[in-house]
């Protein structure tokens, strides 16, 4: 048994199962009434504070296809997801946040916050208990899950983000529905900061220079294409060996030596039943010695939260990717 994996084990059994539905969020939004003696400047300001002004009823919906109306912005917000929750508590709204998941670790308060169960399969009695507004769930959340909870008459809003716009655009959303659209924006503005930066610094490496990589979140699994995982390896410039493949998948390790990949990724806090970390796995196996990567001690281990969870962090995660791939390039 894996230790210090049980979340992300039920993140990729869900995201295995879920189906690959687009959500978006719509809102009406009202310009700003500027006084004409007021400067121009003054009044841009003011036109773009109160565009920034959720107008309710706000009608959104989900990447179930489902559509919400809300009246006013939720008091209580339960979240059943890590990422969901690093994005609500990243648009302020610590104190209308009543409970969170097993898992929830970030940030620090959010560990004082009630438990509400799985990711996967959350605790009923403890979500109807919470009496909130709208509950959160993230890729992990299990479809028979959310159904048997909007049976009972709970608000699921359930995201299925596929890359790093459909974070930033679920924290759109997050920040219209609560009325946090200012500090929403902000949070994108520094995202695609951060995406820029990764692209500028790797926008030099040749077609034929880029890296062969390969990434092991979990002993034995890795991610192709059509996730995001897949996503910060492209964008940090390098070639994911699994690109022909979907999704989470098991891996093959003759066709991994075959690859020789430039760069094994690994999740840095798997540890199995013998006490062997993810990279002790990796490298005793066999032939795998002769992989580039290996014999280059280019096997490197990152924070496996900002590597699986596609929240506010992830722009990090991909630039500890890049850092990963191409130490030169951002010393």
Not at 182 to 200: H, S, Y
Not at 278 to 293: C, E, M, V
Request: charged letters at 25%; one cysteine or more.
């Amino acid at each position: 048994m894996i230790k210090n994996w049980k979340a992300l084990t039920s993140l990729l059994s869900a995201a295995m199962l879920a189906l690959a539905l687009a959500g978006c969020g719509n809102a009406t939004t009202k310009e700003g009434a500027g006084s004409s003696q007021q400067p121009a400047q003054e009044q841009t300001q003011e036109q773009s504070q109160a565009d920034l002004k959720t107008q309710y009823p706000l009608t959104v919906t989900d990447a179930t296809g489902e559509s919400f109306t809300f009246e006013k912005a939720p008091t209580k917000i339960v979240s059943v997801s890590p990422s969901e929750t690093e994005a609500l508590f990243a648009l302020g709204l610590d104190n209308e946040i009543i409970g969170v998941s097993d898992y929830d670790d970030y940030p620090e308060a959010a560990k004082t916050k009630a438990k509400m169960g799985g990711i996967n399969k959350p605790n009923e009695e403890s979500v109807i208990a919470a009496e909130a507004d709208i509950v959160f769930g993230g890729i992990s959340l299990s479809e028979d899950a959310v159904k048997k909870l909007r049976d009972l008459g709970i608000t699921i809003f359930k995201t299925d983000p596929k890359s790093i716009d459909d974070v930033m655009n679920n924290i759109e959303t997050f920040g219209k529905i609560t009325d946090r659209q200012e500090q929403a924006q902000k949070l994108i503005t520094q995202m695609k900061q951060d995406v820029t930066d990764v692209t500028d610094a790797v926008k030099a490496v040749k077609p034929e220079e880029k890296k062969k990589v390969f990434i092991e979140f979990s002993p034995g699994w890795s991610v192709g294409k059509g996730e995001f995982m897949d996503e910060l390896i492209t964008v940090a410039g390098g070639t994911n060996i699994a690109g022909d493949q979907e999704g989470w998948y098991q891996i093959n390790e003759e066709n991994v030596i075959a690859s020789n990949p430039d760069v094994i990724l690994y999740a840095n806090d798997v540890i199995d039943e013998n006490s062997k970390t993810l990279d002790q796995i990796i490298k005793a196996r066999s032939g795998w010695d002769q992989i580039t990567a290996v014999k280059n001690d280019a096997v490197i281990g990152l924070d496996a939260n900002l590597l699986s969870r596609p929240g506010p962090r992830v722009t990090q995660g991909l630039k500890e990717v890049a850092k990963a791939i191409y130490p030169d390039l951002f010393k």
